[in-house]
Each structure stands twice: as structure tokens, then as C-alpha cells.
């Protein structure tokens, strides 16, 4: 199992920043990336920002050169510095840990709580 502590939501005005952080704890555990998802209300939760334990990157297209995700997998922290902010960057974000044995294997998710992020136009 896995737990994840999320911090850093709030409200900002449009063009401002904010960086989210969160925090895993579990024994005996691979987890194989990190990420951050998001959920609008009446939208789907979707993919905005991940980084496996190599250090690869991806990054939803509509915060690719404003979005920056960092790791450190000593601490199991990963982290989201969000710059330029839109309103339609609005919406509960969610940290996320696949756990997999390898690359290859089946993958299991696990969440955070959510924490609100609310940008004013």
C-alpha cells in the first residue's frame, strides 16, 4: 500500500504560480512514476503531469512550458511548479503513484486526497 499526502493548493490570480507537493509512505513498495491528474467540475480527471523514477517527463500538452514536475525518489516527493496560470487550470489536482514491478508489469494506482486549485481570471 501506498499513502499520499498532498499541500500546496489555493487560489491564485491568472498569471500567478503555485507549486504543489506531495508525499509517499509505504513499505516494500516500487513505485515506478509519479504524477499529478486533475479534475474539473464535470470533467473527466485527466493526465497533466508524470515522472518515473529514471527521470523521464511527460506532460499533458496545455501545460507544456508553464508546468515543471520534479522527483526526489530518496524522500518518495514529488513535486509540480505551476507557472502562469489560467483559469481553466482550475480544479482538484491529485498526486499519483504506479506501482509496478517493472516497466512491463501491471500497473497499480494509488491516490491522494485532492487538493483545490482555483486561479481567478
Known amino acids: 500500500q501506498v499513502q499520499l499526502v498532498e499541500s500546496g493548493g489555493g487560489l491564485v490570480q491568472a498569471g500567478g504560480s503555485l507549486r504543489l507537493s506531495c508525499a509517499a509512505s509505504?513499505?516494500?513498495?516500487?513505485?515506478?512514476?509519479m504524477g499529478w491528474y486533475r479534475q474539473a467540475p464535470g470533467k473527466e480527471r485527466e493526465l497533466v503531469a508524470a515522472?518515473?523514477?529514471?527521470?523521464?517527463?511527460n506532460y499533458a500538452d496545455f501545460v507544456k512550458g508553464r508546468f515543471t514536475i520534479s522527483r526526489d525518489n530518496a524522500k518518495n516527493t514529488v513535486n509540480l511548479q505551476m507557472n502562469s496560470l489560467k483559469p481553466e487550470d482550475t480544479g482538484v489536482y491529485y498526486c499519483n503513484a504506479d506501482v509496478r514491478r517493472t516497466a512491463y508489469s501491471r500497473r497499480y494506482d494509488f491516490w491522494g486526497q485532492g487538493t483545490q486549485v482555483t486561479v481567478s481570471s
Open positions: 515522472i518515473t523514477n529514471g527521470g523521464t517527463t
Open positions: 509505504g513499505t516494500n513498495t516500487r513505485i515506478y512514476a
